[in-house]
């Protein structure tokens, strides 16, 4: 598919449906876009919408349906709006560091695909609001999805979820306790956790009690 050049290829793309529940459109609204002017369309849209198909249906998806319905607070961002952000301070990593994260069209440094979206998950959102409460969330993310990346923050326990083709499987927070929650070679990374998120909703289809381990 080429770059849309009108706004009728532009509507084309945005209906690009990327799962059940998620079209391509929901991930394009940027804030630093609508303020500054920018138009936030992928360069290569056949990569952006295997890429977000990916992240869609192996992440968002199971959320959503566990959950309820997510909020998206981020999603795809062009390589000039990604750059503009991280050039002012805008709460944006660097282009290369985007790459096959937020900017969802381009490789990163070792040729691989990847998505980012920045989400938030309302049920646990108001269930649990307590200072801590994310890791709940990001316990159960790490026993059921095969994330790559997980990135909390404070407002909402908003989440940066990434989807990649060589998963990394880490997970980091701005909120406290901040740093590293978990990564490979460390001793609570291959443990299960289901303490951590009791009473949380079991993974859809999936029979109280049976977790369904990337592992």
Same mark, same amino acid.
């Given at each position: 598919?080429? *770059?849309?050049?009108?706004?009728?290829?532009?509507?084309?793309?945005?209906? &690009?449906? $990327?799962?059940?529940?998620?079209?391509?459109?929901?991930? @394009?609204? #940027?804030?630093?876009? !609508?303020?500054?002017?920018?138009?936030?369309?992928?360069?290569?849209?056949?990569?952006?919408?295997? /890429?977000? /198909?990916? $992240?869609?249906? /192996? @992440?968002?998806?199971?959320?959503?349906?566990?959950?309820?319905?997510?909020?998206?607070? #981020?999603?795809?961002?062009?390589?000039?709006?990604?750059?503009?952000?991280?050039?002012?301070? @805008?709460?944006?990593?660097?282009?290369?560091?985007?790459? %096959?994260?937020?900017?969802?069209?381009?490789?990163?440094?070792?040729?691989?695909?990847?998505?980012? %979206?920045? &989400?938030?998950?309302?049920?646990?959102?108001?269930?649990?609001?307590?200072?801590?409460?994310?890791?709940? @969330? !990001?316990?159960?993310?790490?026993?059921?999805?095969?994330?790559?990346? $997980?990135?909390?923050?404070?407002?909402?326990?908003?989440?940066?979820?990434?989807?990649?083709?060589?998963?990394?499987?880490?997970?980091?927070?701005?909120?406290?306790?901040?740093?590293? $929650? /978990?990564?490979?070679?460390?001793?609570?990374?291959?443990?299960?956790?289901?303490?951590?998120? *009791?009473?949380?909703?079991?993974?859809?289809?999936?029979?109280?009690?049976?977790?369904?381990?990337?592992?």
């Amino acid at each position: 598919m080429r *770059a849309p050049r009108s706004m009728r290829g532009l509507e084309d793309l945005g209906r &690009v449906r $990327l799962s059940e529940n998620f079209f391509l459109r929901d991930f @394009l609204h #940027s804030e630093i876009a !609508a303020l500054h002017g920018f138009s936030n369309i992928p360069d290569d849209p056949d990569l952006a919408i295997e /890429t977000g /198909t990916a $992240l869609c249906q /192996t @992440l968002l998806e199971p959320l959503q349906r566990s959950f309820g319905r997510l909020h998206i607070r #981020s999603g795809y961002r062009s390589a000039e709006v990604n750059g503009f952000g991280n050039a002012k301070g @805008l709460n944006c990593g660097s282009n290369a560091a985007n790459a %096959a994260g937020h900017i969802w069209d381009r490789r990163d440094a070792e040729g691989c695909r990847g998505a980012t %979206a920045c &989400v938030v998950v309302p049920w646990v959102a108001d269930h649990y609001p307590a200072p801590g409460d994310w890791q709940r @969330l !990001a316990w159960w993310i790490h026993d059921h999805l095969p994330y790559s990346d $997980l990135e909390f923050f404070p407002k909402l326990w908003a989440v940066n979820i990434q989807w990649h083709e060589r998963p990394k499987r880490r997970i980091s927070s701005f909120a406290a306790p901040r740093g590293v $929650l /978990t990564k490979p070679g460390m001793a609570n990374h291959h443990i299960g956790h289901g303490e951590a998120y *009791a009473g949380f909703p079991v993974l859809a289809g999936i029979a109280p009690g049976v977790s369904r381990s990337p592992h």
